[in-house]
């Protein structure tokens, strides 16, 4: 049976110990032949082949079932994937009813989430509040990264602060926050290669992170983009890459942080262009919300869902930043929630 080359997942080279009985003789045996990959053996007739290179079929079709297991896409069905994302799928809370509201209950995992806005649009407060709710209300541990120095232990203290006067819980809470500062592409790419390669695990201190928030992503990558910087582009597409992998395969939610730019029309959008609008399954644009009459500068923001695939586009919510820093207010709204739920 000839199996159709585009079940190959990659283009891999056939070399000596990619897998049991493939050794330098049967290798050269199998280059003379014009194989020279895993595509090619694998879409290969095995009983020509086998006669080609004086090898017996049924070595050779050992050699292939090993080689198709290892790197052929099998078909899975759409019952299998819900399956699997009923089971592996955790929905984090924001702390805050009108982002959770947006985002169809809270963060969740598997997936990367993006909060874009212009200087001031309150990005960098929520992701401080988001890995404050995980670390003190869920009791998981966080990676923060900070790329632009705006991350200070005495803002997360203050958060902490309004959910416990207790010092202990402060501590215990403030130790599940773990804080990476970095300030160029290639030290974030190293960080996050790092966090895959084994570093969750030890980031969490034995229990579990459940959050990877990068804020900013767009202050490390998008001064290498424009003009004739190709590499900017390839290194970008590197952090999408291992941000997804990171998402998928640790079961953790990525929250990060873009700037706004304007369209052709004058329009409000996410920053990094076409190539990475793909990346963030959900994009929620942050904006202030002036009120006439108000002194001083407001804490009312608004909240745009701009992309999703689970809820309509542009639905808008607003909410106060100061949410997160007044407990009895929140106690009380809780309360009131309840109330009305039951």
Not at 20 to 46: F, N, Y
Not at 147 to 165: D, F, I, N, P, V
Not at 167 to 189: G, K, N
Not at 231 to 249: C, F, N, P, R, Y
Request: aromatic content about 4%; some cysteine.
């Amino acid at each position: 049976m000839v199996i159709s080359c585009q079940q190959c997942q990659t283009m891999v080279v056939l070399r000596e110990g990619v897998c049991p009985g493939l050794d330098e003789a049967l290798l050269q045996e199998l280059r003379a032949a014009g194989v020279t990959t895993v595509e090619d053996l694998v879409s290969s007739d095995i009983e020509e082949l086998a006669r080609k290179c004086s090898v017996s079929y049924k070595a050779l079709f050992a050699i292939r079932r090993v080689l198709l297991a290892q790197h052929a896409a099998f078909p899975v069905s759409g019952a299998d994937l819900y399956e699997e994302l009923l089971s592996s799928t955790a929905i984090l809370s924001t702390g805050n009813p009108s982002l959770d509201k947006l985002l169809d209950s809270g963060l969740y995992t598997g997936e990367i989430t993006e909060l874009s806005g212009g200087p001031g649009s309150g990005k960098s407060q929520v992701c401080f509040a988001v890995a404050v709710q995980i670390s003190y209300q869920l009791k998981q541990s966080v990676i923060y990264i900070d790329t632009t120095g705006g991350l200070t232990a005495r803002r997360l203290l203050q958060m902490l602060q309004a959910e416990t006067s207790n010092t202990d819980e402060q501590m215990e809470a403030l130790q599940r926050i773990r804080v990476f500062r970095l300030f160029d592409i290639y030290a974030l790419l190293d960080c996050l290669y790092g966090l895959c390669g084994g570093g969750l695990q030890q980031a969490s201190g034995g229990g579990s992170v459940k959050a990877v928030i990068v804020d900013s992503v767009s202050a490390v990558i998008s001064p290498l983009l424009g003009g004739k910087q190709n590499e900017g582009m390839s290194l970008m597409i590197q952090v999408a890459g291992v941000l997804k992998t990171m998402a998928k395969d640790f079961n953790v939610a990525a929250l990060v942080t873009n700037h706004v730019t304007r369209g052709g029309s004058g329009e409000v959008q996410p920053g990094l262009g076409v190539s990475w609008s793909p990346v963030p399954r959900t994009r929620i644009l942050l904006e202030q919300v002036e009120r006439s009459g108000s002194l001083g500068s407001s804490s009312l923001r608004s909240a745009t869902l701009i992309k999703s695939s689970r809820r309509p586009c542009h639905i808008k919510e607003e909410f106060d930043l100061r949410w997160w820093s007044r407990s009895e207010e929140r106690s009380s709204g809780k309360r009131k929630l309840d109330a009305t739920e039951s």
